[in-house]
Structures are given as C-alpha cells and as structure tokens.
T-cell receptor, first 113, second 112 residues
Framework: ETGVTQTPRHLVMGMTNKKSLKCEQHLGHNAMYWYKQSAKKPLELMFVYNFKEQTENNSVPSRFSPECPNSSHLFLHLHTLQPEDSALYLC????????????FGPGTRLTVL | SQQGEEDPQALSIQEGENATMNCSYKTSINNLQWYRQNSGRGLVHLILIRSNEREKHSGRLRVTLDTSKKSSSLLITASRAADTASYFCATGDGTGTYKYIFGTGTRLKVLA
C-alpha cells in the first residue's frame, strides 16, 4: 500500500450522470494530483493542488471539476462526460520540494457509456 | 518524440534474463525517476537519479543517466515473473512546478 487510497475502484456511468471520484492520502503530504491514463498515451497531468490551492489546470474540460477541501482529500467531480473520457484516473500525492517523489493511488477505472 | 519517451514499447524475456529499457527526454532536468505499474493499478516509485549522478543501484535495479545524450536506462537483473509490469520514466526540472512528465512506458513481460 502506498498510503493513497481511491474510491471507487471501478465506475460505469452514462453521459448524463454526475459522479465523483475520491482520493485520500495518509502521508502528511502537501500536494495532490489528478492524472488521466488512456491506452497507449502518456500519463496526462490534469490538476495539481498545493496546500489546498489549485496550482495547475492542464486545459482540462470543465466537465471535470476538482475539489480539495483539505490537504488530505481530493475529489474529481464528473458531469456530462463523453465516451472518450473513459480511462484510468490516478490520484497522487507528494511532499513538495526539490525532489518531488509522487505516491500514487490504485486508480479508478472509469467507463462512460 | 515526447519528453520521457521509453524504448522499447514492449519487451518479452525469460525469467532469469536481464531487462534493459531506455528513456529519452528533451529539456534540462534536475532529476529523473523510474516508476513501475502493474496492470490497471497505480504507479510505484522505483528509483530516482539526480542530474549530477551517472549511475545508481537499488537491489536488482541499476539506473544510468547521460545528460549529454538526454537519456537514461533502467536495468533489471535476474528478472522474475513478478517483474512483469509497465515501466515509466518521469523527468523533473527541480523548479518546484510539480510537473513531472511521464512517457508512454515500456511493457515488460517476464516468462516463467
């Protein structure tokens, strides 16, 4: 176990549904990340939160809405997704510094019908 | 090619053999990290090498870094079936921008 948990592990949703992904880290880190991993593509950084403040938004469509209520919890709210949004969504955390080793959760496998 | 591009894309070897995979990158870096991902799961950090280091060892892992060629290699010696996974390199520029760039990975299959 890496100290980063994600729920749910699998999610199937229709294009009109609203759902949320949850991530929790038990490592005392001060930064949290959302990544999208699609088949045969590099891992894509979506959002970064540092001390609960969003510091990075990599041109992610507004149908993805992150929320970071505190430094241990991170959510990704989903609404009106498209089939091409089907992917593995990974959460990570790190202690920000010169070396930024990231600890990943197991991911949520999302399928959009 | 992309930053942090791994080569080969796929590698199949027999148990006990060594596995070598390479990573090329484009910009200046402060450090380079290798991660492993078992099928459909999160990434696990394996080893980090700083830009002023040329070689690093950790158990059966050996990482080299050539900043003049902007490339790194990961060697897994005496491979085991449990080493079957995808391996990614990630480059960081050390500026604290939190942005590590990952490649598409090398899929390693170790046959028992």
């Amino acid at each position: 176990e890496t100290g980063v948990t994600q729920t749910p592990r699998h999610l199937v949703m229709g294009m009109t549904n609203k759902k949320s992904l949850k991530c929790e880290q038990h490592l005392g880190h001060n930064a949290m990340y959302w990544y999208k991993q699609s088949a045969k593509k590099p891992l894509e950084l979506m959002f970064v939160y540092n001390f609960k403040e969003q510091t990075e938004n990599n041109s992610v469509p507004s149908r993805f809405s992150p929320e970071c209520p505190n430094s241990s919890h991170l959510f990704l709210h989903l609404h009106t997704l498209q089939p091409e949004d089907s992917a593995l969504y990974l959460c990570a955390s790190s202690q920000v510094g010169e070396i930024n080793e990231q600890f990943f959760g197991p991911g949520t496998r999302l399928t959009v019908l | 090619s992309q930053q942090g591009e791994e080569d080969p894309q796929a590698l199949s070897i027999q148990e006990g053999e060594n596995a070598t995979m390479n990573c090329s990158y484009k910009t200046s870096i402060n450090n380079l990290q290798w991660y492993r991902q078992n099928s459909g799961r999160g990434l696990v950090h394996l080893i980090l090498i700083r830009s002023n280091e040329r070689e690093k060892h950790s158990g059966r892992l050996r990482v080299t870094l050539d900043t003049s060629k902007k490339s790194s290699s990961l060697l897994i010696t005496a491979s085991r079936a449990a080493d079957t996974a995808s391996y990614f390199c990630a480059t960081g520029d050390g500026t604290g921008t939190y942005k590590y760039i990952f490649g598409t990975g090398t899929r390693l299959k170790v046959l028992a």
